[in-house]
């Protein structure tokens, strides 16, 4: 298996990121190339739907933090949907809930950017 | 007692093997190049060993991160990136803790002295660093950092009685 692959869409102005496997020192660097590819092409309303995600290490949770002031800066923001309990469990232990936007299902998260609601 | 090992070209000293004591639950060490690519492995290590050490569910998955963190910490800092040096990794149930040990021969690092993580101050100032050392404190009932013998040891315990964490 695979250690990260993250597969990318787009619905309307929104850009979906599908993590698949675990982000760590090891794999970060993936992650971020497909959130840098997003803001490059000035998309700053980013989903992760994090179904496939097994697991997030501080490595990973820096790299969306290295980006979060661009993003919202340019009136976007990132969001997370679909969180296992494991990765979830993570976010709450440092307060990254309180950072982020989680909703249960990536439709939901889209649905969110289009209502217009806050970041 | 100590026992001389060649690593890498170089001289290390790790603990010779103890004999264990009637009845205790078998320790662990385990030699891990500096490589991240081993950090999968040490997680997937440490949660089978909490789990053996009779953790409930959901704990053992924290601990993992907790030590790939500290190895995470010797590769980045104590190592600065360099993948030709190696750590080890001791497990210790001690009946009413849990132990592990991560010991490295490289640059003296004091996790301690980065600046207290503030989740605002991490968004307006773009910072992401000190989050592993913030997440190690957070899963763990203690923490410690030495320095001693030209080696750093990072030891982190968890007590199996069930205190909350996220202290």
Redesign the interface.
Known sequence: MSELSVETREVGDVTLLYPRGFINAHTVRRFEQEIRKALELNRFKLVINCEGLTYIASAGLGAMMGSIEEIRGNGGDLRLAALNETVRNIFEILGFHHLYRIFPSEMEAIRSFRDGEPS | MSAAREAGGRKERTAAPRRRAAGAKPDLALVVPSE??F??LI?ELTKRMAEAAGFAE?VP??LA?AV??AA?NV??HAYHGAADRSFEVRYEDRGATFQVEVVDTGAMVDPRAMPR?D?DR???E????G??V??ME??MDSVTFQRSARRNVCRLVKRKDGEP??R
């Open positions: 991240t690519h950090l999968a997680k959901g998955d924290r991160l790939d963190e995470t590769i980045e993580v989740l991490y968004v307006t773009r910072r992401t660093g989050l592993g913030h997440l957070k899963i964490e996220g």
